[in-house]
């Protein structure tokens, strides 16, 4: 089946510094590459998805990149605000109602 | 149109019982999965129903198993319950179709005691 490794799993940032997530999955066929934003006590919400017809997407201050050859794909987020605050999680899928999602990242943006 | 609802949100239980959560998903939407959520394992897939049917099953025990109702509501059970099964468990719906993002539910944060 499907594996997916994130990193790093802590992410420290000053206030309107870039950070980047990076995760690799292992089953070439997988085709869906969400990510998931999960704040403290809430439910993970999609922040950004990418199709494997599709090297990259952008939407505002968040971009997604997909390197099939290599299998990873990884999130950008660009002039981080505290509110950015969260624990991120890639997931990648053949199916999209089967998620296998990494093991996260708490990204934490200081002041 | 109202997201997706789990109920309850709280639950203690005691090892050996039997719990029953149950999930319902956004109106028109026929697909459920759930997912468990711990500190050390992550969110790993439990199973997915679509239209009454289970089509996918993650890596968990018999223990673990579900249903789904004509309206699409789900339910799932865990039976015999084990302290590691002590975890935030998570519903998502989506329409059915493929390439749609998955709606999430609040959630059902299980104690086994």
């Known amino acids: 089946g499907e594996n997916v490794e994130q990193h790093p799993s802590t992410l420290s940032v000053q206030e309107g510094d870039s950070a980047v997530i990076k995760c690799t999955y292992s089953?070439?066929?997988?085709?869906?590459f969400p990510w998931y934003k999960q704040e403290l006590g809430k439910r993970p919400q999609l922040i950004i998805d990418i199709r494997s017809n599709v090297g990259e997407k952008k939407d505002q201050r968040i971009a997604v990149t997909l390197n099939k050859t290599a299998k990873h794909f990884s999130l950008h987020i660009t002039e981080t605000q505290p509110e950015d605050s969260a624990v991120y999680f890639c997931?990648?899928?053949?199916?999209?109602?089967?998620?296998?999602f990494g093991g996260g990242t708490r990204l934490m943006v200081k002041p | 149109k109202a997201g997706v609802t789990q109920t309850p949100r709280y639950l203690i239980k005691t090892r050996g019982q039997q719990v029953t959560l149950s999930c319902s998903p956004i109106s028109g939407h026929r697909s459920v999965s759930w997912y468990q959520q711990t500190p050390g394992q992550g969110l790993q897939f439990l199973f997915e129903?679509?239209?009454?049917?289970?089509?996918n099953k993650g890596n968990f025990p018999g223990r673990f198993s579900g249903r789904q109702f004509s309206n699409s509501r789900s339910e799932m059970n865990v039976s015999t319950l084990e302290l590691g099964d002590s975890a935030l468990y998570l519903c998502a719906s989506l329409p059915g179709q493929s390439y749609n993002e998955q709606f999430f539910g609040p959630g059902t944060r299980l104690t086994v005691l």
């Open positions: 089953d070439s066929a997988s085709n869906y």
């Open positions: 129903y679509f239209s009454e049917t289970q089509r």
């Open positions: 997931a990648a899928t053949l199916m999209s109602n089967m998620l296998t």
